[in-house]
């Protein structure tokens, strides 16, 4: 009798074990989907970033085409926070470093998106210190603009020490 109460549990072990494993490979199969529907092609990815930034006027022909392609890679990567610095500190210190670089020239409101600051460092660090997280993000991408136009036409400037500029 003992002998047959052991072959049942070790016939329902079994048992167990086939569903379990079932459900491990069904739930790898379900994994393995998931992660091939999320991950895109290099092309593809490439092409939506192109679409994103050009959604967000980077591709409007304004900026120098190493700009643009810098602004794809960025929307390709995920890394918005390059140009949307993750702390109102860090972005206040790009552009103070952007700041440098232009000498502190006048940064000019041109559209309703823009923002003006005046010429010479204690403007630019007043507006560094006062501006919202917005407004400083707008201004890294106008000063780096500006100095990207500036080296288009050979101006001579003090060398861009921010990462915007390594590629």
């Given at each position: ?79 918005v ?68 136009n500036?080296?288009a ?5 003090k ?9």
């Amino acid at each position: 009798m003992q002998v047959l109460r052991v072959e049942k549990l070790k016939a329902r072990i079994h048992q167990l074990e086939q569903e379990v494993a079932g459900r491990e490979q069904c739930m790898a199969a379900t994994s393995a989907e998931k992660q091939a529907r999320a991950v895109l092609s290099a092309e593809q990815a490439h092409e939506r970033a192109h679409e994103r930034a050009k959604l967000h006027g980077y591709l409007d022909g304004s900026y120098l085409a190493s700009t643009q392609s810098l602004f794809v890679r960025v929307f390709q990567a995920g890394q918005v926070e390059r140009f949307y610095p993750s702390s109102l500190a860090t972005a206040s210190e790009r552009l103070m470093t952007l700041g440098a670089a232009l000498n502190y020239k006048t940064l000019l409101k041109y559209d309703s998106q823009a923002v003006e600051v005046g010429s010479g460092e204690q403007a630019w660090r007043e507006f560094a210190t006062h501006a919202n997280y917005d407004q400083l993000a707008q201004a890294i991408l106008q000063a780096q603009h500006f100095f990207d136009n500036l080296q288009a036409m050979h101006a001579p400037t003090k060398g861009c020490p921010t990462a915007f500029c390594e590629q």
